[in-house]
């Protein structure tokens, strides 16, 4: 089987732009796909290595680079299905399994796809990380954990069993779903449509987020309603409010933020007494 990163394909001295210039004009004309078809893999290669990533921080929030979602998708374009062994088991797929290098932990049947980027000390358990997405050092990707295309986790994060992080390629630009650094994902829930999680956030059990769920701040007198993003540090549970239809009123799903972590513990403490002080289940 041929190594998408094999260094026949590699554009080592491509800068960014000069990669970004490339997979833009392949994504307007795709006819000019085989002639860029190096540039889209040397892109989907540095997301491997790391030196590139689909989403980053900066000052002002953060930042999507949408060519390189781009890239992702024209390298399906590129890339041919192929037989692939891990001891007994044979799959096939246009894209392979990454190869670890030692860096961080796989419990089989775990698997990191090719193009998906896992920082040193980081483990995944028998889950799934897929192509564009980032785990950062020291997080534990628990068993049956989905972290999806681009999604971005950051450092010493937790996803307990059975989160599963949506994915998104298109539309270019498309804001991927967001763990930022400390954050803790309680067992089964649900994070999709580009919500972010910011630092520290603690989400208890069965939690489910998309970009219109309703996320009530009931801390003080008065709730605050937002959608999209929980805010740093905040204890979120699952919760229900009325609503109102034409046939009558139904409970709907929403996620009610309950207390923040303490300033005065460190984060593994302040998340013990987090989830002891509001019983929240993991």
């Not at 986790?153 to 989160?163: E, F, N, P």
């Amino acid at each position: 089987m041929q190594d998408p990163a094999a260094t026949e394909l590699r554009l080592p001295q491509a800068s960014a732009d000069a990669l970004r210039a490339a997979v833009e004009e392949a994504q307007r004309d795709r006819a000019s796909l085989d002639r860029h078809a190096n540039a889209v893999r040397e892109v989907v290669y540095r997301l491997d290595q790391g030196t590139l990533r689909v989403a980053e921080k900066g000052a002002t929030g953060w930042a999507i680079h949408g060519w390189i979602q781009q890239a992702i998708n024209l390298f399906f374009g590129l890339a041919q299905g192929q037989v692939y062994a891990a001891g007994d088991l044979r799959f096939f797929d246009k894209i392979p399994p990454k190869r670890p290098g030692g860096d961080f932990r796989v419990v089989p049947p775990g698997v990191v796809r090719y193009g998906a980027h896992v920082e040193k000390g980081a483990i995944v358990m028998p889950g799934y990380v897929n192509i564009g997405a980032r785990v950062g050092a020291g997080s534990m990707v628990d068993t049956w954990a989905t972290v999806g295309s681009c999604a971005q986790v950051g450092r010493g994060v937790h996803l307990s069993g059975g989160v599963g992080l949506g994915g998104v390629l298109e539309p270019p630009g498309a804001r991927p779903v967001i763990i930022e650094d400390g954050a803790f994902i309680g067992s089964r829930c649900i994070v999709v449509e580009g919500v972010l999680v910011e630092e520290e956030a603690v989400l208890g059990a069965g939690v489910v987020l998309t970009s219109s769920t309703p996320i009530h701040d009931v801390t003080g007198a008065k709730e605050k309603v937002i959608k999209g993003m929980i805010p740093a540090r905040s204890v979120v549970i699952p919760g229900m409010r009325p609503r109102s239809f034409p046939a009558g009123e139904y409970l709907t799903p929403c996620a009610l933020i309950i207390g923040t972590r303490t300033q005065s513990t460190d984060r593994k403490t302040s998340l013990n007494s987090a989830l002891r002080d509001f019983g929240v289940p993991v």
